[in-house]
């Protein structure tokens, strides 16, 4: 397979650790999660093969979830240092899936489920309720978050600028569930 862009150099030459997930959401704001035989809820994703890009893996999480359907834009990337060299984490925006289920069991035995917003930092690893709540928010500010190690690493100024940092946007009423990375 042949990848351009981001994903052909991520895909091709990158040596770390790579990870792409997907945030697929209800009309209602619910988050999807899934879990497998390990018991640990996580958003629908998994490692980037080499053979595979970031974006392919991402659409093929929610394949074998029975979903079809593109992939959005890009909403986080994290990277983690670590001693193994660190991992590149994505989150891409998987829509929303208009249905009145919350919960269900995909075709390969994966159990998902539409959870509250403000549930699902606490039912995901702390690194990962990081990257979603990152996700929710990069989507409302129609943005695109960068972390490291799981903390906002957004530029918010202009290189050599010494005024005060700037925001994409103007600020936001609150949101319930979302936390503000400022």
């Known amino acids: 397979m042949t990848t351009t862009g981001l994903d052909g150099f991520l895909s091709g030459r990158w040596r770390h650790r790579v990870v792409a997930t997907v945030l697929l959401r209800r009309p209602d704001g619910r988050v999807l999660l899934v879990r497998g035989a390990d018991r640990i809820w996580k958003l629908p994703g998994g490692a980037v093969r080499p053979e595979s890009s970031p974006r392919a893996t991402a659409e093929r999480a929610l394949r074998r979830l029975g979903l079809d359907g593109g992939l959005g834009r890009l909403l986080v990337q994290d990277f983690a240092t670590g001693t193994d060299g660190g991992s590149l984490s994505l989150v891409f925006d998987g829509g929303t899936w208009d249905t009145s289920g919350t919960v269900f069991t995909a075709p390969d035995g994966v159990e998902a489920a539409f959870s509250h917003p403000e549930a699902v930092s606490r039912l995901l690893e702390p690194a990962d309720g990081e990257r979603a709540a990152a996700a929710l928010w990069a989507l409302e500010l129609g943005g695109t978050a960068e972390l490291e190690d799981g903390r906002d690493a957004t530029p918010r100024q202009r290189p ?14 609150p949101v319930p569930g979302i936390l503000r990375r400022d």
């Open 160 to 173: 050599g600028s010494t005024g005060p940092g700037r925001r994409l946007m103007p600020e936001l009423p």
